[in-house]
Nanobody, 127 residues
Framework: QVQLVESGGGLVQAGGSLTVSCGAS????????MGWFRQAPGKEREFVAT???????????DYSDSVKGRFTISRDNAKNTVYLQMNSLKPEDTAVYYC?????????????????WGPGTQVTVSS
């Protein structure tokens, strides 16, 4: 069982930066792939970023085309935390951001493959 809680959301101006965090409970955090998703008002939840567990060669990451080059996902297993650093924010990045954990040790883009979800944190980008 893994419990997730996001934090760090807020209001930021377009072009600004914000880092959201996701703290996890449980001793097996390091073995889970982690992901960030977002849901804007009136839209379906969409994939943002994913990171694999850390192996001898490090962790792999992947991003949606809409955030690639602007967002960075990272993890700190010692702190049981995954981060999403967001730069060059745009009004269209406004959404509730959710973190999720998957027991599949791979880059995971599909919602259905995530077993655990946090309640979400609101990110609002003003123009």
């Amino acid at each position: 069982q893994v419990q997730l809680v996001e934090s760090g959301g807020g209001l930021v101006q377009a072009g600004g930066s914000l880092t959201v965090s996701c703290g996890a409970s449980g001793r097996t955090f390091s073995s889970y792939a982690m992901g960030w998703f977002r849901q804007a008002p009136g839209k379906e939840r969409e994939f943002v970023a994913t990171i694999t567990p850390i192996s001898w060669s490090g962790a792999s990451t992947d991003y949606s085309d809409s955030v690639k080059g602007r967002f960075t996902i990272s993890r700190d297993n010692a702190k049981n935390t995954v981060y999403l650093q967001m730069n060059s924010l745009k009004p269209e990045d406004t959404a509730v951001y959710y973190c999720a954990a998957s027991p599949i040790r791979d880059l995971i883009k599909l919602e259905g493959l995530y077993a655990y979800w946090g309640p979400g944190t609101q990110v609002t980008v003003s123009s």
